[in-house]
């Protein structure tokens, strides 16, 4: 079940149709000659949303991954907002890891595919098996407790450590609980710090 935003691109095609008749120029005319068709699949390949190359090719480079390590999932892509999402839909949690290590791992692999092939630094966000969404939910309600306990007690409260991305949805959360938080230390050992209000 493989979903992408946009077509497979046509640069490349060396059948017939693709090939340009060598055209002779007019006298005095310096300029090329100009093939219609081309002209027309090169606009069709500018229009391309970069984020939904950036996931086509997240795709192609996921898809040979998962052949290489004979391990079974569909891929599913979109782009929301100014990021590219990749999702691997499987059961198995052998590319998530322990406490999604081999995920974020993975993650960066896939970014640095995207990056070799089209020359830009991606913020693709790569999911294998719902993980995310799982653990964002979980992020969430340890937010939730955090606030709580530091309305409770009027003192801050330290969480263990958390990637970039797990510590930006605590911060969301508590900012819509109406509290502030900042991040603390060096990675890997980085974390968030729920405050009490001031005053």
Known sequence: MREVGVEGSALG???PAAVVEDVEASPGDGAAPVDEATAEDDD????ENPLEVEAEVAADYLEELLDIADLDGDIDTYVDGDRAHVSIVS???ALVGKDGQVLDALQELTRLAVLADTGQRSRLMLDVAGYRGKRRQELVA???DAVQEVKDSSEAVHLKAMNPFERKIVHDAVAAAGLTSESEGEEPRRHVVVLPARG
């Open 13 to 15: 095609d060396d059948s």
């Open 44 to 47: 069709d390949d500018d229009d």
């Open 91 to 93: 059961e198995s949690q």
């Open 142 to 144: 340890l937010a939730g």
